[in-house]
């Protein structure tokens, strides 16, 4: 608690600074200035000893790269949680993202996403989304953007035949720069298929310590309105307090 405690009161004092913040559903569209390869990795960990003995792992890292008016960008994620010498969650993702841009707000999209959550009752999901986004906001203190478009999921069920679903995806992305060190993002999707709705929030503050590592806090919220019948919970959500080391 004391370090929560600590790291909470050091992004506090950095309200008045902004860093960007790296965006987990639709990246920006590339400003002048933006360099042709950039990537980032995040990274928080925790460990508790003495009447609980426990740890958690949060690793993220991206990599994004220009070619004309494409944006190419790729991302990986891990999550472990044990407590006591067992694991409670452990969580791996793979996605691949493609955004082109036209004159103006408009731009069509296309990731590819791999799942493999071993406490969500799918042993892995394979997800592919394409459509048009619309950059409604793009400015030095406010971002917005809104996209939407078709895709197909393979859901990898561990007791059951595979399931292949079409998909109806939404989503939203939100940045407020209120300094020039640090900014506030907000990110939600929703996927809809015929057997379940799959809703997701990302809540960072991000904070630049120099010009290569910043801090976040963080609140993420996956929602699944059906999960597999061995799923205890529908929903899962992960606060952190990580370091970010952008290059």
């Not at 790291?7 to 200035?33: E, N």
């Not at 925790?46 to 220009?66: A, E, P």
Request: aromatic fraction near 12%.
């Amino acid at each position: 608690m004391s370090f929560l405690r600590n790291v909470l009161l050091a992004s506090l004092s950095l309200w008045a600074t902004s860093a960007a913040a790296y965006p987990f559903y639709a990246p920006p569209p590339p400003q002048d200035d933006t360099p042709v390869f950039s990537g980032d990795a995040e990274l928080g960990f925790t460990h508790l000893s003495g009447n609980t003995n426990s740890q958690t792992l949060i690793g993220k890292t991206r990599l994004t790269w220009l070619t004309g008016d494409f944006t190419h960008s790729l991302r990986g994620e891990v999550r472990n949680v044990s407590k006591n010498g067992e694991t409670s969650a452990e969580q791996y993702l793979v996605a691949g993202r493609e955004r082109f841009d036209f004159s103006g707000p408009h731009y069509l999209f296309g990731f590819a996403r791999w799942e493999k959550d071993r406490f969500a009752g799918y042993d892995q999901q394979l997800s592919a989304i394409g459509g048009y986004g619309r950059q409604l906001l793009s400015g030095e203190q406010h971002s917005l953007s809104l996209e939407a478009g078709p895709g197909y999921r393979n859901d990898r069920l561990r007791d059951a035949d595979n399931e292949q679903l079409a998909v109806a995806y939404t989503a939203l992305d939100y940045q407020f720069g209120f300094s020039d060190y640090a900014d506030i993002a907000q990110e939600m999707s929703v996927e809809y298929t015929r057997k379940n709705t799959t809703a997701r929030s990302l809540t960072a503050l991000t904070a630049r310590l120099n010009s290569r590592l910043s801090l976040r806090l963080s609140h993420e919220i996956k929602h699944n309105s059906q999960p597999p019948e061995d799923t205890s919970e529908r929903t899962d959500s992960t606060t952190s307090a990580s370091l970010l080391y952008h290059w």
